[in-house]
């Protein structure tokens, strides 16, 4: 398997921080050439932020990481401590950050870095709200038909919403951002609620990262026994949904997800729906296919995977 070229866009986040450390423990497989932060879960500062101490924790420093966009496209910013906590990453006490954000803006890196490196050699990892990844196809279309794939966090059709009754948090928060990235043409893979709400971390799978006896592993069992609260309380589930790793996973064993070519359209007028992905999963209109949209993973070949890497760091 040739290295993949990747840039992720991230609003950390817990599970933002497992899919960071899964794409940095597997070098063989991915080049990160930059982080790029956007306001989501907590504001910008918090994310910009977390994805540093992410990068120290894994004794990366010289990833590159970039702050973008404060607010979404068209509304005001919706944050999540709810679930994240006030840090964005509560759970393991982490040293602040010594590294430096980069210039330039996250928006400049994601147009400069696909219009110097190769058509067609980098994937998008968008695991926040698309502020970022819309406003850099609104500046500089052609940068589109350069991407080689976007692989995304976000959206949900059996599963509905977790924000809303209608929608997930990563579109809700910003839909005409959502609605650019998926009419833009590029291809897409999404990874919905559908399925990453079948990525839990269970006591047992918790305890494996715990026994990895290092500090990334202790750091992840800390960010999972935090994070899980939410889906706990609200669905009742055996643990942590590890939403934002299933992109990363992907991206090194296609194999253990699922899922169809299918037609999604983004909810942009309704207050009722307002970010809903409205997924033609059954196929019963005419609209063009334009996203892989993945309903199924392998849960325990996906956490013997990230357990495994995660003990490399
Ligand atoms: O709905 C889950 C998504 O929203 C994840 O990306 C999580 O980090 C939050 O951003
Ligand atoms: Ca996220």
Not at 166 to 172: C, K, L, M, R, V
Not at 226 to 233: K, P
Not at 267 to 285: N, P, Q
């Given at each position: 398997?040739?290295?993949?070229?990747?840039?992720?866009?991230?609003?950390?986040?817990?599970?933002?921080?497992?899919?960071?450390?899964?794409?940095?423990?597997?070098?063989?497989?991915?080049?990160?050439?930059?982080?790029?932060?956007?306001?989501?879960?907590?504001?910008?500062?918090?994310?910009?932020?977390?994805?540093?101490?992410?990068?120290?924790?894994?004794?990366?420093?010289?990833?590159?990481?970039?702050?973008?966009?404060?607010?979404?496209?068209?509304?005001?910013?919706?944050?999540?401590?709810?679930?994240?906590?006030?840090?964005?990453?509560?759970?393991?006490?982490?040293?602040?950050?010594?590294?430096?954000?980069?210039?330039?803006?996250?928006?400049?890196?994601?147009?400069?870095?696909?219009?110097?490196?190769?058509?067609?050699?980098?994937?998008?990892?968008?695991?926040?709200?698309?502020?970022?990844?819309?406003?850099?196809?609104?500046?500089?279309?052609?940068?589109?038909?350069?991407?080689?794939?976007?692989?995304?966090?976000?959206?949900?059709?059996?599963?509905?919403?977790?924000?809303?009754?209608?929608?997930?948090?990563?579109?809700?928060?910003?839909?005409?951002?959502?609605?650019?990235?998926?009419?833009?043409?590029?291809?897409i893979t999404v990874m919905p609620l559908d399925v990453t709400h079948?990525?839990?971390?269970?006591?047992?799978?918790?305890?494996?990262?715990?026994?990895?006896?290092?500090?990334?592993?202790?750091?992840?069992?800390?960010?999972?026994?935090?994070?899980?609260?939410?889906?706990?309380?609200?669905?009742?589930?055996?643990?942590?949904?590890?939403?934002?790793?299933?992109?990363?996973?992907?991206?090194?064993?296609?194999?253990?997800?699922?899922?169809?070519?299918?037609?999604?359209?983004?909810?942009?007028?309704?207050?009722?729906?307002?970010?809903?992905?409205?997924?033609?999963?059954?196929?019963?209109?005419?609209?063009?296919?334009?996203?892989?949209?993945?309903?199924?993973?392998?849960?325990?070949?996906?956490?013997?995977?990230?357990?495994?890497?995660?003990?490399?760091?």
């Amino acid at each position: 398997m040739s290295k993949r070229k990747i840039i992720i866009d991230t609003d950390p986040g817990q599970d933002d921080a497992v899919a960071i450390l899964l794409a940095l423990a597997s070098p063989d497989e991915i080049e990160l050439l930059g982080i790029t932060c956007v306001a989501g879960n907590v504001p910008l500062d918090l994310t910009a932020k977390n994805a540093r101490m992410i990068c120290e924790l894994a004794n990366r420093t010289d990833v590159p990481v970039f702050a973008g966009c404060d607010r979404p496209l068209g509304r005001n910013l919706v944050t999540a401590e709810h679930v994240h906590g006030r840090s964005g990453l509560d759970g393991p006490d982490l040293p602040e950050p010594v590294m430096e954000l980069r210039q330039p803006h996250a928006v400049d890196f994601i147009i400069d870095t696909l219009r110097s490196e190769s058509n067609g050699t980098v994937t998008l990892c968008p695991i926040g709200p698309l502020t970022n990844i819309a406003t850099a196809f609104n500046n500089a279309p052609d940068i589109i038909d350069k991407v080689h794939e976007i692989v995304l966090m976000g959206g949900a059709y059996f599963e509905v919403g977790n924000i809303t009754p209608a929608a997930e948090f990563n579109i809700h928060v910003d839909p005409h951002a959502a609605k650019c990235v998926f009419r833009s043409g590029a291809p897409i893979t999404v990874m919905p609620l559908d399925v990453t709400h079948k990525a839990l971390v269970t006591k047992p799978r918790n305890d494996a990262f715990r026994s990895l006896g290092t500090s990334v592993g202790t750091a992840v069992a800390q960010m999972t026994d935090f994070f899980e609260r939410y889906d706990r309380e609200k669905y009742g589930s055996a643990g942590a949904p590890l939403h934002d790793p299933c992109v990363i996973a992907y991206l090194l064993r296609p194999d253990l997800f699922s899922g169809r070519h299918i037609n999604v359209e983004i909810e942009t007028t309704s207050e009722l729906t307002m970010g809903m992905t409205v997924a033609d999963w059954w196929r019963v209109t005419d609209r063009e296919p334009n996203a892989y949209f993945v309903g199924d993973i392998d849960a325990d070949g996906f956490f013997d995977l990230l357990t495994e890497r995660l003990a490399r760091l």
